[in-house]
T-cell receptor, first 115, second 116 residues
Framework: AQSVTQLDSHVSVSEGTPVLLRCNYS??????LFWYVQHPNKGLQLLLK??????LVKGINGFEAEFKKSETSFHLTKPSAHMSDAAEYFC?????????????FGTGTQLKVEL | KAGVTQTPRYLIKTRGQQVTLSCSPI?????VSWYQQTPGQGLQFLFE???????NKGNFPGRFSGRQFSNSRSEMNVSTLELGDSALYLC???????????????FGAGSRLTVL
């Protein structure tokens, strides 16, 4: 069965400092992994996706994530936080055989960015 | 290009009533998925439709149902509402159900249901 664990429910950083949001996954198959972001009262927006092409994945707004099979991790990073990055972030896995749109979401990490 | 449109955005119902939510996917997208988001359970998969057929179903009671029309628009229905059904219901569309690796889903803003 597929699952993701987001290790931190809340992360607080200062503007201009690096961001690290941690995610571990469990999958019976070769997984597809995603990071989505949700701003207050908004829908979910895709930040980036991993589908086995390259282990380092670059996304929008300066975010990137590295797939580490040996550690079953898919941590999200950004070199320098901006106030507009404050939102909730979800690590997501889909590993239905042959693909598919049945996604399993992590519990989310609330990112706070302070001046 | 219009995004995923969900209606209504907000609604209030009482226990025992039923509700129907609507989702219009991005033009050309034929797969529609539904998710429930609550503070306690987080985001959970409800079901997925493609070409008017349900492809996958999550672990929800039979009170939750859905359908898809020939123009790819989808509706979901919840009958005999319970307090615990209060949630944000998110619809997502994609070009197809996926192949080797999942597709990218584009989400709507959601329908926020409050059950009193």
């Amino acid at each position: 069965a597929q699952s993701v664990t987001q290790l931190d429910s809340h992360v607080s950083v200062s503007e201009g400092t690096p961001v690290l949001l941690r995610c571990n996954y469990s999958s019976s198959y070769s997984p597809s992994l995603f990071w989505y972001v949700q701003h207050p009262n908004k829908g979910l927006q895709l930040l980036l996706k991993y589908t086995s092409a390259a282990t380092l994945v670059k996304g929008i707004n300066g975010f990137e994530a590295e797939f580490k099979k040996s550690e079953t991790s898919f941590h999200l990073t950004k070199p320098s936080a901006h106030m507009s990055d404050a939102a909730e972030y979800f690590c997501v896995v889909s590993d239905l055989p042959g693909g598919g749109n049945k996604l399993t979401f992590g519990t989310g990490t609330q990112l706070k960015v302070e001046l | 290009k219009a995004g995923v449109t969900q209606t209504p955005r907000y609604l209030i119902k009482t226990r025992g009533q039923q509700v129907t939510l609507s989702c219009s996917p991005i033009s050309g997208h034929r797969s529609v998925s539904w998710y429930q988001q609550t503070p306690g359970q987080g985001l959970q998969f409800l079901f997925e439709y493609f070409s008017e057929t349900q492809r996958n179903k999550g672990n929800f009671p039979g009170r939750f149902s859905g359908r898809q029309f020939s123009n790819s628009r989808s509706e979901m229905n919840v009958s005999t509402l319970e307090l615990g059904d209060s949630a944000l219901y998110l619809c997502a569309s994609s070009l197809s159900p996926g192949g080797l690796g999942a597709n990218v889903l584009t989400f709507g803003a959601g329908s926020r249901l409050t059950v009193l």
